[in-house]
């Protein structure tokens, strides 16, 4: 959202007689007029050996190639393929492993971490249950496994059949894979819960501990100490974070590449690096790599390059762009001061790979400081402290 600014001057009619000395602008009037002169926000001059031991640095605006893109938006969600349940091995009653309290929402758990037990129901019954639900399990899997046969040899003879001068669509095709993904999914699911049953079955009468099997952080708690449970009753779900997925909605009748990446930047995080997205899969996910900060949930901007010719333009790199007051600033040495430093508002709302794309207040050949704008901003407001208190 752009802001705008009003400056609001006051003008006051003094009469009555003045010493000469009243008369002459003050330190704070003169560094206003150098403001006002210089047409921008701030300007603060540094003798060039000053600037030397200050390490600042400063080069040349050239223009650059700035791709088209589209800008979309979504939100971060955890990748599916990251996130797994872990469940009661057995019937019985949960427990708080020793030493430790039951996990947090947001809690990281390393891989083989216990952290609670199941205190295993006894009786026939029981034994009973688990013997008949480890048979429908077993019968399950052989469903599941014929049937992922089955799908593996007619995808394999469609995509001849597409490969043989497209005698079936690719569409076909790609269902086909999706129904030989989903069979090998209910396999898997499937013989998970075959070991879960069948250690359940030799343990009757035991505590059975709770481990995380990976590490990941805890997204859900799904029982507490205290409750009975089932044999594969989720007791909690972990996610691993160090990637997510960017899911994002493209406006009717606009259509984006269905291949290649884009740059993905989370809400509030306009003035850092976007980070790479990567598109998976046909739907419009961009899978990118997360940190501490990023989170699922979290509204995000995509940039996503389009084809077509690049124009020329200005980029203010990151490394010359300094914060304040709510706002971002660059610093521009003066051609004909070369120990006076100009400063000039940078617009954030086109973020680039480097940095920003502006279309006014800079201009080609402008000896821009790449860095040590944070210490002219410093010797900037110091300055003026100190004109104000004289």
Known sequence: MNRVWVL????????GCRDADDKKPSAASAAKKDDDDAGSSGVVTLKA???????????????????????????????????????????????????????AIGESLGAGTVFGAVEVRLGVTDKVALSTQLAQARAELASANAALAAAKVAHERLRKLNADDKNVSDRVVQEALARVSAEEARVAGTGVLIQTLESGLGSLGNARALVAERAGNVMELLAQPGESVEPGTPILRLAKLDHLLARVEVPMGEHLPTSGGARVIPAGFDDRPALVGERVGQTLLYKVASNAEVRPGMAVSVHVALPGATHQGIVIPRSAVVQWDGRYWAYVRDEDNKEKYVRRAVPIDKPVAGGFVVAAGFGKGDDLVIVGAQTLLSEEFKSRNEADSN
Do not use: C, N
């Open 8 to 15: 609001v001057v006051g003008v006051g009619l003094l009469v």
């Open 49 to 103: 050996d000053a600037a030397k031991r200050a390490g600042i640095k400063t080069d040349d605006i050239e223009l650059s190639a700035i791709a088209r893109e589209m800008v979309v938006y979504g939100r971060l969600e955890e990748d599916p393929s990251a996130s797994f349940a872990v469940r009661s091995p057995a019937s019985g009653t949960l427990r708080v492993a020793a030493g430790r309290g039951w996990p």
